[in-house]
């Protein structure tokens, strides 16, 4: 029964379900007893719906679990007096390997090997569509770049498990392994085989830099994620928002009896990349989103601390905000025509009415409704991410003035006061100022906890908030992925 479970976890010979390239609908596919292999992978729209199963996969592998391993670990969030014993494990440094919700790797294998089966079998198919190929390398190198963030070691597949023979119980591979020997090569043959330059529920070659930019940042390549970041503006596809109302449509998605066109929600020339969501007719696979940070009953707030930092950053009233920045006045007027102080971004952000420390994350919703009903997409990368990650990357190369030129576009994209090189005593400071520039401006984007662990600061920042040591910088291992594998080992420090 324990190998059973093991495979169904890991084999998916064929894709049940996969959905349309436009993103409109699910289409069902003949179950895998149904269809032999070599009966599928015969013409384009084999190749099509295979890799359109590797996105449905991560539809189901990234929901809600994006925001646990990218985001409430961080010190973005804290609990709530409603949030469960659960729920609170990741905001408070003491994750359990029973916690399946956070620790499970199932269906992120499921997307692994799907895109394992799309690699393997979409050159042979006659006049193959390349794009197809450079997606589904770059889909597996996604997930597997995610599955050494979050475990640090992890079992590696890169081929089609057809049976108990093929060395399904394996061992952990290293990091720096699967770095070297999947994700690395993956990102190098998406980039020879991708053709189209944006697309937002697909992965294309903007969409690919972002993801090399993201490695490389990791592995502390500065040069080649500046170069990665240097194709994504060389594209010019991509620009920045610039009224508190053009933000917010990027990530806004309400049900209809809110009464906003499409034209205020889930759109922009910001967004990059995002993970399409559409629910099934039985109100399966909701997004997570809604759950995460607005459900009725929240189990997440926005943090005190992080409340705090911004106001102080931005002050929210007129003294304060003079004191600041005496030369500078926002745009913003409130319905009487008076100013209004502050950055947008934190008014946007948060639920209004609420003190400080006690406001849920209103950066997607504002309206409360059933979370089966939630089909928010999960936007992974935007401009203004990518272009603050670039700033990073030039304050490491020694580029400082470069680096303030981008931390003052998007500033003055947000319709706040710009800085100068002078203003630094450090590039260190001017360092720290880009990071709390992505904190805001990425609230709920999954992007914190990873800044955090990239730039060493993830112990310094939360120790004095939740204890955290070195030795907890990874998650644990789901308990039942030990049991259904002897070859594994728990995460050490669990």
């Keep these: 029964m324990k190998r059973l479970i093991y495979i169904r976890q890991l084999w998916l010979a064929i894709p049940l379900l996969s959905f349309g390239f436009g993103c409109s609908s699910i289409l069902e596919q003949p179950p895998v007893s149904q269809i032999e292999e070599s009966q599928f992978w015969t013409s384009s729209s084999d190749a099509e719906a295979g890799v359109a199963a590797v996105y449905d996969a991560m539809q189901n592998a990234y929901k809600s679990k994006y925001f646990f391993w990218g985001e409430l670990r961080s010190d973005n969030f804290s609990g709530t007096e409603q949030a469960s014993g659960e729920a609170l494990q990741i ?167 809110a009464g906003l066109s499409s034209s205020q929600q889930e759109t922009g020339p910001e967004l990059i990349f995002s993970i399409f969501n559409e629910l099934e007719e039985d109100g399966n696979r909701a997004s997570g989103v809604y759950g995460v940070f607005f459900s009725g009953v929240p189990p997440y707030k926005i943090s005190r601390l992080l409340e705090e930092k911004w106001i102080s950053q931005y002050p929210i009233d007129s003294i304060a905000w003079h004191a600041k920045y005496p030369d500078f006045k926002p745009s913003a007027k409130d319905v009487d025509g008076a100013t209004i102080y502050g950055d947008f971004r934190y008014f946007e952000s948060r639920e209004e009415s609420k003190d400080i420390g006690d406001a849920r994350c209103a950066k997607y919703n504002k309206t409360n409704y059933n979370a089966a009903e939630d089909d928010t997409d999960i936007v992974i990368y935007r401009y203004a991410g990518m272009l603050l990650l670039k700033a990073e990357a030039e304050v490491q190369l020694g580029n400082l003035q470069e680096a303030v030129n981008l931390l003052n576009q998007i500033r003055q994209a947000r319709d706040l006061p710009t800085v100068a090189l002078a203003d630094f005593q450090s590039s260190e400071q001017l360092y720290d100022m880009i990071l709390d520039e992505r904190q805001f401006e990425l609230l709920a984007e999954g992007k914190r906890w990873w800044d955090l662990i990239r730039t060493d600061k993830a112990v310094e920042v939360m120790n004095p908030i939740n204890g955290l040591t070195s030795d907890k910088l990874l998650f644990p291992i789901y308990f039942k992925h030990l049991i259904d594998n002897a070859n594994l080992t728990q995460t050490p420090g669990y």
């Design 91 to 257: 905001v408070t440094n003491n994750l359990l390997p029973t916690n399946e919700g956070v620790t499970s790797w199932g269906a992120l294998y499921q997307m692994i090997m799907r895109a394992n089966l799309a690699i393997e079998n979409i050159p042979t198919i006659e006049s193959y569509d390349a794009g197809l190929l450079g997606e589904a390398h770059a889909l597996r190198a996604f997930a597997y770049f995610d599955a050494i963030r979050v475990w640090g070691a992890v079992p590696l597949y890169t081929e089609n498990i057809r049976g108990l023979d093929d060395n399904l119980f394996r061992e952990k591979s290293t990091g720096d392994q699967i770095m070297a020997d999947v994700i690395l090569p993956d990102l190098m043959m998406a980039e020879e085989l991708l053709e189209n330059p944006a697309e937002r529920f697909h992965f294309s070659l903007a969409s690919l830099y972002c993801l090399q930019a993201e490695v490389y940042m990791h592995l502390r390549e500065y040069e080649n994620a500046k170069i990665a970041l240097d194709k994504l503006v060389g594209l010019n596809e991509f620009s920045l928002v610039r009224t508190r109302e053009a933000w917010q449509a990027l990530f806004r998605n309400e049900p209809e009896s």
